[in-house]
């Protein structure tokens, strides 16, 4: 996939960013909306744990109401913004 949401993390990360703002804009800021983003896909060329770092460093400015990050082993971070 090209541009504005292939090659580099912070494309592929655009396409997240973008659906839950859209839904955001949607259903307004009442209703709770969430993503839970696997971290490490644990094959050669997956996402890996620090892709899981730089998508919550990331999504602190996000507008979603609660997110979960997850490893194939461990829960990597939880957050949940008061309402």
């Given at each position: 996939m090209d541009a504005p949401y292939g090659g580099s993390l912070d494309?592929?990360?655009?396409l997240?960013?973008?659906v839950l703002a859209a839904i955001r804009k949607r259903v307004g800021s009442r209703f709770i909306v969430g993503v839970r983003y696997t971290a490490d896909?644990?094959?050669?060329?997956g996402l890996t744990r620090r892709t899981a770092l730089t998508?919550?460093?990331v999504?602190?400015?996000?507008e979603w109401?609660?997110?979960?990050i997850l490893s194939a082993d461990t829960l990597i971070q939880?957050?949940?913004l008061p309402m």
């Open positions: 494309n592929r990360l655009r997240t960013f973008d896909e644990v094959i050669a060329g998508f919550r460093d999504s602190k400015k996000a109401s609660t997110s979960s939880t957050r949940a």
